[in-house]
Nanobody, 119 residues
Framework: VQLQASGGGLVQAGDSLSLSCAASGRAFDNYNMGWFRQAPGKEREFVAAISWSGRNTYYSDSAKGRFTISRDSAKQEMYLQMNTLKPEDMAVYYC?????????????WGQGTLVTVSS
C-alpha cells in the first residue's frame, strides 16, 4: 500500500493550486485521510483532514477559509484545493492515512510534493 502526492509547483502569491493524493490498492477504504506540510527548517504540521466517509473535514487555522480537502473513494484519491496562496504556504506537502481529524496518529505517509510560492 502506497500513497503518492502530486500537483506541487511554483506559483505566485495569490494564485491557486490543487494537490492530489493517489493510493495503490484499497488504501483509502474506511480511513480518515490528511494533508500535512513541512517548510524548510520547520517541523511537519497538520493542514487538513477528511473523514473516511467524506462527510467531515477539519482544517488548521492557517488553512481554514483558503484550502478545501476532498476525496473520491471510488478513485482512491484525495485532493487539496489551495486558494489565495501565501509565501508562508511554501512547503513540502504530504498526504497520510489513518489518523484523527485533528491530525494525530497518522501511520501511512506518502512522498511529498513541493509547493513554492513566490511573493
Amino acid at each position: 500500500v502506497q500513497l503518492q502526492a502530486s500537483g506541487g509547483g511554483l506559483v505566485q502569491a495569490g494564485d491557486s493550486l490543487s494537490l492530489s493524493c493517489a493510493a495503490s490498492g484499497r488504501a483509502f477504504d474506511n480511513y480518515n485521510m490528511g494533508w500535512f506540510r513541512q517548510a524548510p527548517g520547520k517541523e511537519r504540521e497538520f493542514v487538513a483532514a477528511i473523514s473516511w466517509s467524506g462527510r467531515n473535514t477539519y482544517y488548521s487555522d492557517s488553512a481554514k477559509g483558503r484550502f478545501t480537502i476532498s476525496r473520491d473513494s471510488a478513485k482512491q484519491e484525495m485532493y487539496l484545493q489551495m486558494n489565495t496562496l501565501k509565501p508562508e504556504d511554501m512547503a513540502v506537502y504530504y498526504c497520510a492515512r489513518g489518523g484523527s481529524l485533528d491530525g494525530l496518529g497518522y501511520t501511512l505517509w506518502g512522498q511529498g510534493t513541493l509547493v513554492t510560492v513566490s511573493s
